[in-house]
T-cell receptor, first 116, second 116 residues
Framework: EAGVAQSPRYKIIEKRQSVAFWCNPI?????LYWYQQILGQGPKLLIQ????????DSQLPKDRFSAERLKGVDSTLKIQPAKLEDSAVYLC??????????????FGQGTRLTVV | KNQVEQSPQSLIILEGKNCTLQ??????????LRWYKQDTGRGPVSLTI?????NTKSNGRYTATLDADTKQSSLHITASQLSDSASYIC???????????????FGTGTRLTIIP
């Protein structure tokens, strides 16, 4: 079974530039998560999709961050414009989700973003 | 407020020794408690998922315990190996009847280093 795919693995940009990350979840997984993980901290949820609908984006800085999940499969996360404090690893995860409980969440390798 | 606290923040032990990591959670309404292993530069990988009716669950040399009354969990690693060096993250999951999805709350992790 293929895992969660993310690209790129690394990205370095200057502040005020824009950047986009891509995620391909495990086939058949209804729930897709984007997390931000700052060095030395646990992942923080940015946005959670169920199929192509948003179920939680309460911690997404909507003035600069946006995300979409086309056709309930792949997803992109965009930052525009980037700030120095956005330097972090951006993790995508997926799970069977839906109304099921106790479903395992599988994570991708993450995209390490450095804003200079 | 939903939160997960882990201790210790970091731990160094000799190869072959055992260790126990602690987690206190305040997550309501509680659905399950998860432990993840995160190697440096990689995404978290699930070790165990436990519901409130499960006191203990093993995955090889990893054994997790759950006390739903005191809202505490522990992860015990037996006969540690160099490959156990990683961050171990405790995650509390909530799901209410109003929510059609689970919501994960991550701890900040325990950084474990195994030395030869």
């Amino acid at each position: 079974e293929a895992g969660v795919a993310q690209s790129p693995r690394y990205k370095i940009i200057e502040k005020r530039q824009s950047v986009a990350f891509w995620c391909n979840p495990i086939s058949g997984h209804a729930t897709l998560y984007w997390y931000q993980q700052i060095l030395g901290q646990g992942p923080k949820l940015l946005i959670q999709f169920q199929n192509n609908g948003v179920v939680d984006d309460s911690q997404l800085p909507k003035d600069r961050f946006s995300a979409e999940r086309l056709k309930g499969v792949d997803s992109t996360l965009k930052i525009q414009p980037a700030k120095l404090e956005d330097s972090a690893v951006y993790l995508c995860a997926s799970s069977l989700g839906g109304s099921r409980t106790n479903t395992e969440a599988f994570f991708g390798q993450g995209t390490r973003l450095t804003v200079v | 407020k939903n939160q997960v606290e882990q201790s210790p923040q970091s731990l160094i032990i000799l190869e072959g020794k055992n260790c126990t990591l602690q987690c206190n959670y305040t997550v309501s309404p509680f659905s399950n408690l998860r432990w993840y292993k995160q190697d440096t530069g990689r995404g978290p990988v699930s070790l165990t998922i436990m519901t409130f009716s499960e006191n203990t669950k093993s995955n090889g040399r990893y054994t997790a315990t759950l006390d739903a009354d005191t809202k505490q969990s522990s992860l015990h690693i037996t006969a540690s190996q160099l490959s156990d060096s990683a961050s171990y993250i405790c995650v509390g999951t909530l799901k209410s009847p109003q929510l059609l999805h689970e919501k994960l709350t991550f701890g900040t992790g325990t950084r474990l280093t195994i030395i030869p």
